[in-house]
């Protein structure tokens, strides 16, 4: 097989091989494909796309390259559920312990947030002595002894997927469907759940930002899990505006803890919910209303709270440690009005700006910094009002945090 004649054959729109996309693909693993190959051959799959085959099989050759968790010896279904990434996106610190509380297991790796967006592990090491980084026989015990577990994604888990992403990021191509879904599917898959949640966020804060691409995506990924034997849901949700109030990582636990504890009648308590009864409704094979009633009364009884108490403990956090910075400037409205828009990409890159997000995959991040909405989509708001506040640190800048609010 030939490099340049795979790249070429792409280059005309024809379909792959199973063989000539491992000769491929794991030949840049290998080093043995220059990564000047690899870049033309994904700006070629970018440019004409993949057919479902090709989708399929590339995700079987990234889970391959690396090994594939086994929670067999985990009695009952185990769940997984994965965010495409967003602003104010801590869902996952909501929805496992509901899910787990619930009596349905979840086992999730997660990963650190890169540009405007955050990540979970960054989010969960806020908290002093929390562990992210467990070996498969912690995760396994987590799991079988307290129903949920959430780890940082361990090297051997599609380590092609990872130098891949690396490429994809430095050579305009990480907008490729079938690229963005095998890479999301292969990780699930490989991560050993019964049954995967997508949540896709679609909006200017999201990967995706219209509707139509969003359901392409959707409809791949769905695709790709039934080809796994792996059920596969997708919700489809607005990023658009950043998800609930605060933004940043201490601030972002905060508001998780806040929402575990009945602080549901608001836009994440909403999602939160959804996404937590869809999991449970799947894994018991019960109605949706039937699921959402059982996670109203695990909030309501503090049963999901509770939960995620023992979590954190397990995994060797301090949940009194939590820390915000003690400094602040608030950001006061210039004119009378309706908040029409809040654009999450703007508060996204203030938040990544102030230090809450890194720019670079080697930068270190400031848990203490990030912003809180004073102010929603809807809300009144009257000259002098507060909009938001930052809580800033070393870097004392308002940005340009203004022009995020559309007031009418
Ligand atoms: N998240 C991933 O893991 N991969 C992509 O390609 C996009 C988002």
Redesign the pocket.
């Known amino acids: 097989m030939n490099i340049v004649e795979i790249i070429n054959k792409k280059k005309r729109g024809e379909a792959l091989s199973y063989e000539e996309l491992e000769y491929a693909f794991m030949g840049y693993l290998n080093k043995e494909v220059a990564s000047y190959q690899m870049s033309a051959l994904l700006m070629a799959i970018c440019l004409k796309g993949m057919n479902d085959k090709e989708i399929t099989d590339l995700t079987k050759i990234f889970i391959n390259s690396g090994e594939v968790l086994d929670l067999s010896s985990i009695e009952g279904i185990k769940v997984d559920k994965h965010s ?2 967003g602003i104010g996106d801590k869902t996952t610190l909501v929805v496992a312990p509901i899910v787990a509380s619930c009596g349905v297991k979840i086992a999730k790796m997660s990963g650190r947030g890169l540009g405007y967006t955050g990540g979970t592990i960054d989010k969960l090491e806020s908290i002093e002595g929390f562990k992210t980084d467990l070996t498969t026989t912690e995760f396994l015990k987590e799991l079988q002894d307290i129903g949920m577990v959430i780890a940082s994604q361990t090297k051997n888990l599609t380590p092609l997927d990872k130098e891949i ?1 690396a490429l ?1 990021d430095v050579t305009g191509t ?1 907008d490729s469907y079938p ?2 879904a095998s ?2 599917m292969s ?1 699930k898959i490989a991560s050993g759940a019964d049954k995967i949640l997508i949540d896709l966020k679609v909006g200017s804060g999201a ?1 995706i930002s219209n509707m139509n691409d969003a359901e392409k995506l959707a409809n791949i990924m769905k695709n790709i899990g039934k080809e796994f034997n792996k059920e596969t849901i997708i919700v489809i949700s607005d990023m658009d505006t950043p998800l609930g109030r605060n933004i940043g990582n201490s601030l972002e636990v905060i508001e998780a803890i806040d929402t575990l504890k009945g602080n549901i009648d608001n836009d994440l308590g909403s999602l939160c919910i959804d996404l937590a009864s869809k999991l449970i409704s799947t894994a018991k094979k019960i109605s949706e209303e039937e699921a959402k009633e059982e996670v109203l009364l695990s909030i309501k009884s503090g049963k999901a709270y509770d939960k995620f108490l023992s979590f954190v403990k397990y995994q060797h956090g301090d949940i009194n440690s939590l820390k915000v910075s003690q400094d602040k400037i608030c950001i006061k409205s210039e004119k009378e009005g309706i908040i029409k828009k809040v654009d999450a990409r703007i508060i996204g890159e203030v938040s990544m700006n102030l230090g809450a997000g890194r720019k670079n995959k080697e930068d270190s991040i400031d848990h203490t910094v990030g912003i809180v909405l004073n102010k929603k989509i809807g809300d009144k708001v009257s000259k002098g009002e507060e909009l938001c506040t930052l809580y800033v640190n070393k870097i004392k800048k308002e940005f340009n945090i203004r022009e995020a609010f559309v007031i009418d």
């Open positions: 495409t990434g992403y994809r990480t690229l963005i890479s999301i990780k990967l």
